[in-house]
């Protein structure tokens, strides 16, 4: 079956400057990609996701970038502010389920 | 206009009890899920319905049993508790099973099993 692994497991960085979360999988037929935002003591939302058929998605200060030959895909959020913290979970979807990888914990610091 | 609701919100209980999760969709979704977020945050399916036939259903005990009674409704039962199923539980949706598909969350039900 799809291993994910994600890296870091936490993260801390200045408000304003860039955090970069990294993910690999192992399943080549894995063709979607979604990253989930979850906020303490709240339920994961889909926050931006890629198909395999794209290398690069941005929605303002969030974009994603997947390299299906090396099998792995990066959530890049620019500008971070306070607001950002929470954990961030990188998924692969191939056949039926998504997989999860372990989770970010991102804080920002003011 | 909940899109996915859980009940109950937290659950205490005693080890040996058994004990129901519901789970609701409005959204006209094929597909729903369950899964177990334990206390180091790992998500991890559990089970799926397609239209309420079974069509995944990961390694977990046979003391958890999903029931589907319609395509809008997917309940988690589980029997003899034990404290590893301490955990976070959440139902999901989707509007079918292949990919390229948003799984929208319930927010969760917290069982404490003592």
């Known amino acids: 079956g799809e291993n994910v692994e994600q890296h870091p497991s936490t993260l801390s960085v200045q408000e304003g400057d860039s955090a970069v979360i990294k993910c690999t999988y192992s399943?080549?037929?894995?063709?979607?990609f979604p990253w989930y935002k979850q906020e303490l003591g709240k339920r994961p939302q889909l926050i931006i996701d890629i198909r395999s058929n794209v290398g690069e998605k941005k929605d303002q200060r969030i974009a994603v970038t997947l390299n299906k030959t090396a099998k792995h895909f990066s959530l890049h959020i620019t500008e971070t502010q306070p607001e950002d913290s929470a954990v961030y979970f990188c998924?692969?979807?191939?056949?039926?389920?998504?997989?999860f990888g372990k989770g970010t914990k991102l804080s920002v610091i003011p | 206009d909940t899109a996915v609701s859980q009940t109950p919100k937290y659950l205490v209980t005693q080890m040996g009890n058994d004990k129901s999760i519901k789970c609701e969709q409005n959204l006209g979704h094929d597909t729903m899920y369950w899964y177990k977020q334990d206390s180091k945050k790992f998500l991890k399916i559990m089970f799926s319905?397609?239209?309420?036939?079974?069509?995944i259903n990961e390694t977990v005990p046979n003391r958890f049993s999903p029931k589907s009674p319609d395509k809008a409704h997917l309940n988690l039962h589980i029997n003899s508790l034990e404290l590893g199923d301490s955990a976070v539980y959440f139902c999901?949706?989707?509007?079918?099973?292949?990919?390229?598909?948003?799984?929208?969350f319930g927010p969760g039900t917290r069982l404490t099993v003592l």
């Open positions: 399943d080549s037929a894995s063709n979607y």
């Open positions: 998924a692969a979807s191939g056949s039926y389920q998504l997989t």
């Open positions: 999901a949706s989707s509007p079918r099973t292949l990919s390229y598909n948003e799984q929208f």
């Open positions: 319905y397609n239209n309420k036939e079974l069509i």
